[in-house]
Each structure stands twice: as C-alpha cells, then as structure tokens.
Nanobody, 115 residues
C-alpha cells in the first residue's frame, strides 16, 4: 500500500538552505498533486507549495522566491528546496499527495531555523 516517507529535516541557521524529500513507497505513481504543508507550534497547518498536473506549481506568499518545489521524472519523489530560511520557517513539514480521489500524508519532518 502507498506510504509517503519524508527526510531532510533538521537544524539550519537563518539564511541557510535545506532540502526536504518525500518518496512514495509501494510502486510508481502518477500523482495528480504533490505538495508540502507545515505546522508551527500553536498554529494551524498551512500550505507551503504544491505541484500538480493541472496548474503546475503554486507557493504560499511567505515562501515565494525562497522555496522551490520539484519532482523526479518517475513522479515517485517530491522535493522542497528551502533557501534563505527565516526563523518563522520553523515548523513540522508534511508531505502531501493526491492520487485520483485519495489524499495521502507523510508523518512530518521537523525543520528548526535557529542561530
């Protein structure tokens, strides 16, 4: 069965870079949409970036120009390249994928931006 496995989180200094990865296990899939959400302590989960067959890519205003979402040719893995990170980027980042009418979520990976 399909599972989303995240990696790449950790501690990074303000202005630094980090790359998150999310791999779908269980086969090769053509997802309608893949993306990244995040949830900071005390806040609701919010959309960071999505990549889809229908609309291409879309980003939250807070990360435009700093983050880049991409996926491999097999559409089995999605990445989030985080550049020029800020303190407010600290959150648990969750991978999201939509396959036909079903939604899937990863377990989350912690990103901490601290000096």
């Amino acid at each position: 069965q399909l599972e989303l496995v995240e990696s790449g989180g950790g501690l990074v200094q303000p202005g630094g870079s980090l790359r998150l990865s999310c791999a779908a296990s269980g086969g090769i899939f053509t997802f309608n949409t893949m993306g990244w959400y995040r949830q900071a302590p005390g806040n609701q989960r919010e959309l960071v970036a999505i990549i889809s067959n229908r609309i291409g890519t879309n980003y939250a205003d807070s990360v435009k120009g700093r983050f880049t979402i991409s996926r491999e040719n097999a559409k089995n893995t999605v990445y989030l390249q985080m550049n020029s990170v800020k303190l407010e980027d600290t959150a648990v980042y969750y991978c999201y994928a939509k396959l036909d009418l079903l939604n899937y979520w990863g377990q989350g990976t912690q990103v901490t931006v601290s000096s």
